[in-house]
């Protein structure tokens, strides 16, 4: 198992920055990848950045450069960094983690991944 808590939000001014921090523990070497989520107020969790125990990153299609991912000692720590918050920007922010793991018996026994969440954190942009 892993878990995982997040950290660094809080109230920000619209065109500051927060850097988000997702601590890991557990079953660490078997993170595939990590990723960052939100979920504003009445709107769906949305996926924001991934990044795989490679370092490998990718983006949603909807980020325009504003948020870096990036992570520590392998995938112990993944950072998100946001820049130039806007107020649409506030939401619950949530790190999640894709565990490798080995399922079924025998000659059954066949490759697959756990997700596992953390509480989030909240980052309100307001003036």
């Known amino acids: 198992q892993v878990q995982l808590v997040e950290s660094g939000g809080g109230l920000v001014q619209p065109g500051g920055s927060l850097r988000l921090s997702c601590a890991a523990s557990?079953?660490?070497?078997?993170?595939?990848?990590m990723g960052w989520h939100r979920q504003a107020p009445g709107k769906q969790r949305e996926l924001i950045a991934a990044?795989?125990?490679?370092?490998?990153?990718n983006y949603a299609n909807s980020v325009n450069g504003r948020f870096t991912i990036s992570r520590h000692d392998g995938l112990s720590t993944v950072y998100l960094q946001i820049d130039s918050l806007k107020l649409e920007d506030t939401a619950v922010y949530y790190c999640?983690?894709?565990?490798?793991?080995?399922?079924?018996?025998?000659?059954?026994?066949?490759?697959?991944?756990?997700?596992?969440w953390g509480e989030g954190t909240l980052v309100t942009v307001s003036a």
């Open positions: 999640n983690a894709k565990v490798e793991t080995w399922k079924g018996r025998g000659l059954g026994t066949y490759r697959d991944e756990d997700v596992y």
């Open positions: 557990g079953s660490v070497s078997r993170i595939v990848s």
């Open positions: 990044i795989s125990s490679a370092g490998t990153t």
